[in-house]
């Protein structure tokens, strides 16, 4: 995937353009998402590089707000990812971040936010490959649903510039 | 004014290679508020540190951010770096740029694109950071052992040793574990039972070590110097205070066709029972599924003590005046005990016989498993040590043994190595020559793996000493034809097919976790691989701790192994909890939430999503003691800082320390 990356970068610069690489934005939790990405370091398991992770205590800890925040900052998607049901590090922060989900998802449809951008998964900390195969999945399907114009392409329309 | 300085690691090769720090350095010195960037070679080492340090008097920073490893690794480093400045170790922050960055992608630019914006994300959030003094809660200096075999055993003698209490939980009726079946152990051939039973008769005795058998732990809660544990106690129908263990009960029991659990089902016991005649303690509880008595009542409805069916255990208990025997004790008991630290020492379990139907494992009776071969050979088993195979009792003349069973193979989903077969099969091979002098042991391995000390000669004593014919390659076959068992392998080394007419079949299974590993994990809040092996905090440098603090591990429920790393295990778990305890307070990690009184609205969302119970109602009253307003307050000695009741207020009137939302957003915004 590095290589399609740079071959299409290097035409494109050719060109004279910017290759739009798509931006997502992954909220982990510390106890079981973060370190499974660690351990995909460790591993050296290599993936997309297209994602930046943000760490919490908690996937309980997450405010839809945040997510909102993140497409406002011109992100394409989010991934929220945290501990399998059962094994939250504090009991039940997972069960409570599912819940929001299910109460956002249909608010995000609503507004016309495709909710196939943002993702939601469950990586534990043994599950270095996991991670980077999530990762991989999450950038590969925002790249084919594209740039996230909602945002932007209102801002553009009404002259406003960031 | 924020004076934010950054530093950049190159962790030798690790980050150097793949991201271009100067770079990095170069772009964080232009964002708004650093005023210090630098790179160097390995900022966790001594020099590096006295830069961080140095910078921070120098250029008088109001933060630090280190962009190198995983902060699970050296945050406690760098934090402690910066107080050693004079600056508040909560105002230090780490960007990820090795485990999250370096070492998985491999493209130079978007490695160096991707650190860029992970030091500004972190630049931001170290801005809105605010200094947090460690906040103090007493510390109750006792530990909790679950588990009685050699691991749990050691780590409760160390620690009762050290001065503390201990509480030590079995779920069978005796301590011991598996070290206690084992006939003689490797290297040393020691016969197992007489370097344990000294331990095990110290544990009991040992002024300072609780011990309670015949239970399991129930549920856990609390936290690190302040668990709370609830225990269950299995019924037993014998009062142990006045039991003398006299045996008498067991002898008149006429049940008498129980497999024994402790024989590995190739002898019998009573359904009262001791497992075994060295247990400690050596008290007998009452099988209620096998029970003539237990099986009646339950039948009828009635209650054990009033169903007048057999009773002869009763009969023959000599105690007087009140029998030790009682069936009143009927119910399982709860108690609860306060504990500061939790060592889980719950063992291994061996792979199931169902899984070899190609061995005809559980369909001949002559195909066991090593721990089953242990028993035969064990002077306390269910033969007196003598070599005699289960289905005629006849003296087997050829025994093959096959390594690996399980194990390295991947289409029995097991692909670890289980460590400690090729050096049981040694010695087993070892341990049948020496009762059976005209005997023949085969063994068939992929490798053999005798990595300790003095292992290697260990096995080359059996190949060259006891004559153990050792062919490398795998058996496809076991069927029986006659009275004998037909090995089909193969010897790779010379190429040739060999078929072997054995009397008996031993099969080094894999080990695998205990069953209930997943459930007690989930309860203590522990991680756990795929294989339901317990997670250690870091593979290398922490092997004894686990991801929640408070909770250690030890022995072969983190991973196969033998006694020698067993007991080194449960010693370092133990020193880990004396550590724990030398002092009377516990320093607890201040990133918990806070309640902004003036706005909350006391609907207690927060309250009802707590999983610790930390947010609590309280009351404002004015100057004459009239009640004013509720409002929430967070208590500082339980909250975790999972965050959970600041994403549920709908006021924003909670904040968590160290991941504001103000914070959060700044990290996002940096993007």
Not at chain 2, 274 to 289: G, H, I, L
Not at chain 2, 495 to 517: F, H, S
Not at chain 2, 583 to 588: A, D, G, I, P, V
Not at chain 2, 608 to 634: F, N
Request: net charge positive; proline share 5%.
């Amino acid at each position: 995937m590095a290589e399609h990356q740079q071959a299409t970068e290097t035409n494109a610069a050719a060109a004279g353009q910017q290759v739009w690489q798509p931006k997502i934005i992954a909220f982990v939790c510390n106890w079981c998402t973060y370190a499974g990405a660690d351990l995909a370091g460790t591993s050296r398991l290599q993936y997309d590089a297209n994602i930046r992770v943000l760490r919490l205590p908690c996937t309980g800890r997450i405010d839809p707000l945040f997510l909102i925040k993140a497409f406002e900052r011109g992100a394409d998607g989010v991934l929220v990812s945290g501990c399998h049901p059962g094994d939250c590090h504090y009991n039940t922060g997972n069960y409570h971040a599912r819940r929001r989900w299910t109460l956002f998802r249909p608010l995000l449809e609503f507004v016309g936010i495709d909710p196939h951008r943002v993702q939601f998964s469950w990586v534990s900390a043994a599950e270095g490959a996991k991670w980077a195969e999530v990762v991989n999945d999450v950038v590969k399907n925002v790249r084919d649903l594209g740039p996230f114009e909602g945002y932007h392409g209102m801002l553009k329309k009404s002259g406003w510039s960031e | 004014m924020a004076r934010v300085g950054v530093f950049i690691c190159h962790c030798g090769e690790n980050i150097g290679r793949t991201v271009d720090c100067a770079a990095v350095a170069e772009a964080a010195r232009k964002i708004r508020g650093v005023v210090h960037a630098v790179d160097y070679k390995y900022m966790c080492s001594s020099p590096g540190q006295n830069m961080i340090r140095d910078a921070i008097r120098q250029h008088k920073l109001t933060g630090v951010v280190v962009a190198a490893c995983s902060p699970r690794m050296h945050e406690p480093t760098f934090r402690r770096a910066t107080a050693e400045a004079g600056l508040n170790p909560f105002l230090c922050e780490m960007a990820n740029i090795r485990e999250h960055c370096s070492w998985v992608h491999e493209d130079r630019a978007a490695a160096t694109r991707k650190a860029i914006d992970l030091v500004g994300v972190m630049v931001e959030k170290v801005k809105r950071n605010q200094p947090l003094l460690p906040i103090r809660v007493p510390v109750t200096r006792r530990a909790l052992v679950i588990g009685g075999g050699i691991a749990g055993i050691q780590a409760a003698l160390d620690i009762a040793n050290g001065g503390h209490e201990v509480i030590l939980v079995e779920r069978d009726a005796s301590i011991g574990g598996h070290m206690a079946q084992l006939s003689e152990t490797f290297p040393t051939l020691d016969c197992s039972q007489c370097i344990l039973t000294p331990r095990m008769v110290e544990v009991a005795q040992h002024p300072r070590i609780k011990l309670y058998v015949y239970s399991e732990v129930e549920a856990v809660s609390g936290f690190i110097g302040n668990f709370e544990v609830k225990i269950r106690r299995k019924a037993t129908s014998v009062d142990s205070s006045i039991c003398t263990g006299c045996g008498a009960c067991q002898a008149a029991c006429p049940m008498a066709k129980i497999p024994s659990e402790f024989n590995r089902n190739l002898g019998p016991r009573k359904a009262i029972y001791s497992p075994f005649p060295q247990a400690v303690p050596n008290k007998p509880v009452v099988d209620q599924e096998n029970c003539l008595r237990y099986k009646t009542a339950k039948k009828k409805g009635t209650k054990a003590a009033e169903t007048k069916v057999c009773g002869k255990c009763l009969e023959a208990c000599p105690i007087a005046p009140k029998k030790a025997v009682d069936f009143s004790l009927c119910e399982d008991t709860f108690v609860t005990e306060k504990v500061g630290a939790i060592v889980v020492c719950t063992g291994f379990d061996l792979l199931p016989m169902n899984q070899f139907g190609e061995y005809g494992y559980g369909k001949y009776p002559d195909v066991i498993d090593g721990l089953q071969f242990e028993r035969l050979a064990s002077a306390s088993g269910p033969t007196q040590g003598a070599m005699k195979r289960p289905s005629d009792g006849k003296e087997p003349k050829e025994i093959v043994f096959i390594q690996c069973a399980g194990s390295r193979d991947n289409a029995k989903g097991i692909p670890y190595c289980s460590k400690i077969c090729c050096m049981y099969t040694a010695k087993h091979t070892m341990l049948y020559k020496h009762k059976v002098h005209d005997g023949r042991a085969t063994v068939f391995y992929m490798d053999v793996r005798a990595a300790g000390k003095n292992y290697d000669e260990f096995w080359r004593r059996a190949v060259e000493v006891d004559e153990a014919n050792y062919i490398r390659g795998r058996v496809s076959k076991v069927y029986q034809r006659g009275d004998k068992l037909i090995v089909k392998g193969v010897d790779t080394l010379s190429g040739e097919l060999v078929e072997i007419n054995a009397d008996l079949v031993v099969l080094a299974t894999a080990m695998v976790a205990q069953p209930k590993t997943e459930h007690l994990a989930q309860r203590l809040s522990i991680g756990y691989d795929a294989h339901k092996f317990l997670s250690e905090a870091h593979p290398k440098l922490r092997p004894v701790e686990t991801n929640t603090a408070g909770v250690f591990l030890a022995g072969a429920c983190q991973a196969p192994k033998d006694i020698p790393d067993t007991v080194a295990q449960a010693s370092g778990a133990a020193s880990k909890i004396q550590g724990l305890f030398s002092s009377q307070e516990l320093e607890r990690d201040p990133t918990i939430a806070h309640v902004n009184e003036t706005t909350c609205a006391a609907c207690w969302y927060c309250v009802d999503v707590c999983p610790y119970q930390a947010t609590q109602k309280k009351e404002i009253k004015d100057r004459q003691g009239k009640l004013v307003k509720m409002v929430a307050t967070v208590n500082e000695g339980v909250c975790q800082g999972c965050g959970l009741c600041a994403a549920t207020c709908r006021s924003k009137s909670i904040e968590l320390d160290g991941f504001k939302d103000e914070q959060i957003c700044a990290e996002i915004m940096a993007l």
